[in-house]
């Protein structure tokens, strides 16, 4: 069975930082393309970051360049987005994909 469930969101303060984890499991995961999406209240999803299936290849939404490093671990089948600096703006559901496969999504709140 085919599972990608992120984890790692939360409440935070502007300035703040958070690492969301993206697990995968029940299919070949380490030649997917990854990225993660998010979407604000409203909305429509948008593209945050995509890495490729080496790792040796990113791209970001201009928005989140230079704050946002997203990483994989292949070993461990899963998908990192470590966010600094974080702004009000960045609150949304994040969500990650795996070629196909979509998650359930996170929250992530940047509030004082």
Do not use: H
Request: glycine residues 14%; charged residues 15%; contains cysteine.
């Amino acid at each position: 069975q085919v599972q990608v469930v992120e984890s790692g969101g939360g409440l935070v303060q502007p300035g703040g930082s958070l690492r969301l984890s993206c697990a995968a499991s029940g299919f070949a995961y380490s030649g997917y393309i990854a990225s993660w999406y998010r979407q604000a209240p409203g909305k429509e999803r948008a593209l945050v970051a995509t890495i490729s299936g080496s790792g040796g290849t990113t791209n970001y939404a201009d928005s989140v360049k230079g704050r946002f490093t997203i990483s994989r671990d292949n070993a461990r089948n899963t998908v990192y987005l470590q966010m600094n600096s974080l702004k009000p703006e960045d609150t949304a559901v994040y969500f990650c994909k795996l070629g196909a496969y979509w998650g359930q999504g996170t929250q992530v709140t940047v509030s004082s």
